[in-house]
């Protein structure tokens, strides 16, 4: 048993919202620490893309059944740790790409611009009142087309917005810079 | 460690998102247009995971399990300010919701501000797995910092009615705001590193220059003789007795059931 065979596993541990895109895509694993002493135990953490993300137990539950099949392992722990926190710029490339692929459009790599509060700015500076601006909006997955606007801030799940492409005309959902 | 504040602070952060986010929940299906209830239900998740953290840490300490502590514990020992309590507006969510959008919006404004003031003390707290959960949430409570001024500016700019009633709302959500401040049984020290002055300092900062970008009259400081109950005291409204049979009310039926 080996880390590099623990990360190939959980490769195959989709995000249940999201599910051509897996756990590993969307950089929720933190670490993985193998215990070589006898039977190999496994511990897993895991860094949540949201707080209140009601499918972490699914999560949970996925890694512990697709690492409990590997041979010779003795035992796993899933364990969910906020530090480092979980930010969009965790995302790989290889989970933008199936992001858009799956009509969600991947979130805009964050960067620092203390003069603009827009949503895709540094989500770590706290924006001041009256520099909150509309909300730049991502190139439509579908088309292609950067005549796109925000409808909401909020979507389907804590970490999605909506957008509208005016260019093939359908609304889509984005995934938040956090 | 100064275990006591620890404990003190975790109650009211934890206290104060369940109570905001079930009043937030109360708009699913009555808010202006169903955008809007998307918006709602979000943010009330989002606030009611925040909740579960805090009381997974109280757990931590050896206070009792996390849905007890949500559920079961009567208003006077809930720490929550009382701005956070009040109804939405007049009825209740099953009889005649009269509720009021330009309350809902200068109330969540005026909570927000402070909720990204307190996160950002706490991210220096020497607690650490409170400084950790603090910098995280920072970062999903700057969507809800995001949305509410822009709800506050479209209303402030908007017509003649929804600025009236927007200024209506500032007006009586204005006595409960120093409650937000109030210390409660948190000593000040490392645990939580500023004085509630420099909250309320920082506070005026942020919303001073929006109140005048849209043209509104700053309310000033509030009078401490009307002040409303001291919520993180548990000094509390019937309002807040009433929100917690409903919450509970299932929770309530079997307490030892997983849900």
């Not at chain 1, 392992?73 to 965790?90: C, I, K, N």
């Not at chain 2, 009567?74 to 009382?82: C, E, F, I, K, T």
């Amino acid at each position: 048993m080996t880390e590099a065979a623990v990360w190939a596993a959980l490769a195959d541990v989709r995000d249940p919202e999201i599910p051509p895109v897996s756990i590993v895509d969307l950089g929720m694993v933190y670490r993985v620490v193998l215990t070589a002493a006898g039977a190999v135990r496994i511990r897993v953490e895991i860094t949540p893309t949201y707080v209140g993300c009601p499918a972490l137990e699914i999560i949970r539950r996925d890694v512990a059944a697709r690492l409990g099949a590997l041979e010779g392992v003795a035992g796993v722990e899933v364990a969910f740790v906020l530090d480092p926190p979980w930010t969009s710029d965790r995302i790989t490339p290889e989970g933008r790409e199936r992001l858009r692929s799956f009509g969600i459009a991947p979130p805009s790599c964050s960067r620092a611009s203390p003069s603009s509060a827009r949503a895709g700015a540094d989500p770590s500076v706290p924006p001041s009142l009256t520099l909150i601006l509309p909300t730049e909006a991502p190139p439509c997955p579908y088309c292609g087309s950067l005549d796109t606007h925000l409808e909401n801030l909020f979507g389907p799940t804590a970490c999605r917005s909506i957008y509208y492409c005016d260019g093939c005309r359908q609304p889509f959902e984005g995934m938040r810079s956090v | 460690m100064d275990r006591a504040s620890v404990i003190a602070l975790l109650y009211q952060l934890a206290d104060d998102e369940l109570v905001v986010g079930h009043r937030d929940s109360e708009w699913l299906g009555l808010a202006p247009h169903i955008e809007e209830d998307v918006a709602f239900s979000s943010i009330a998740q989002d606030e009611v995971g925040h909740a579960t953290l805090f009381y997974n840490l109280l757990a931590d300490l050896g206070e009792g399990r996390a849905d007890d502590l949500a559920f079961l514990r009567p208003a006077a020992l809930r720490r929550n300010a009382v701005l956070l309590e009040r109804p939405n507006g007049p009825g209740s969510y099953l009889d005649q919701p009269q509720f009021d959008w330009g309350y809902t919006i200068a109330r969540r404004l005026f909570y927000d501000v402070f909720d990204q003031i307190r996160l950002e003390v706490l991210a220096g707290s020497s607690y650490a797995p409170l400084a950790q959960a603090a910098v995280k949430i920072r970062r999903e409570e700057r969507y809800h910092l995001i949305h509410h001024t822009t709800w506050f500016r479209r209303l402030a700019t908007g017509t003649d009615e929804s600025r009236r009633r927007l200024a209506e709302g500032v007006a009586r959500a204005w006595p409960d705001v120093g409650g937000l401040f109030s210390p409660g049984e948190v000593e000040p020290g490392p645990v939580f590193p500023a004085t509630p002055a420099e909250l309320w300092d920082r506070w005026v900062a942020a919303l001073q220059p929006l109140f005048a970008e849209v043209g509104l009259a700053w309310p000033g400081r509030p009078d401490p003789e009307g002040a409303s109950p001291d919520g993180r005291r548990g000094q509390h409204t019937a309002d807040l007795a009433e929100l917690l049979e409903t919450m509970g009310e299932v929770y309530r039926t079997a307490p030892n059931a997983a849900w």
